[in-house]
């Protein structure tokens, strides 16, 4: 049996390879774009994170202002800052916080007698700064407001 040798069109010659080639430069394009862009997305996500724990921590030292410090309508945030480090001692957060009297409405009538039949009520402002370890930052003002005869009385929020 006689066997003759196999030959290619002279045309085809390298072709495979040059296709080849550019394919898998186009697969390594979307390879690493795809690497950048989960990249991108985890450190967005931990960027989130990060900031709802300083809202939380900001939220939390609010409500604990109004608990534990109670409101005077001498208030004023330069001189009423406190400083919160043990809302979130896992996360190691910290809360600044600052009152301030922003001022009284014109009394008015009600049928509530509890004060005479008159009250007003007192405004105040509460600047809460939590912080991250990361320093990552959030800043809450919160408005309140007391009812009462010219003077700290019946908290509402």
């Not at 939220?59 to 309508?73: C, D, H, K, M, Q």
């Not at 959030?138 to 005869?149: A, C």
């Amino acid at each position: 049996m006689k066997t003759t040798p196999m030959t290619l069109p002279v045309s085809q010659r390298g072709a495979a390879l040059a296709v080849g080639l550019v394919f898998l430069l186009v697969l390594t394009i979307i390879g690493v774009s795809a690497l950048s862009t989960t990249s991108l997305e985890e450190r967005m996500a931990g960027n989130l994170q990060e900031q709802t724990k300083a809202f939380q921590t900001a939220e939390a030292a609010v409500v604990r202002t109004l608990n534990v410090s109670g409101l005077n309508t001498a208030d004023v945030c330069n001189t009423t800052e406190q400083t919160f480090t043990d809302i979130d001692t896992a996360n190691q957060t910290t809360a600044i916080t600052c009152r301030d009297f922003l001022g009284t409405t014109a009394p008015g009538r009600t049928t509530d007698t509890a004060y005479g039949g008159e009250t007003s009520f007192v405004h105040f402002g509460i600047n809460s700064r939590g912080e991250t370890p990361t320093k990552a930052r959030v800043i809450v003002n919160q408005g309140v407001y007391q009812l009462g005869p010219e003077a700290p009385g019946l908290l509402i929020e």
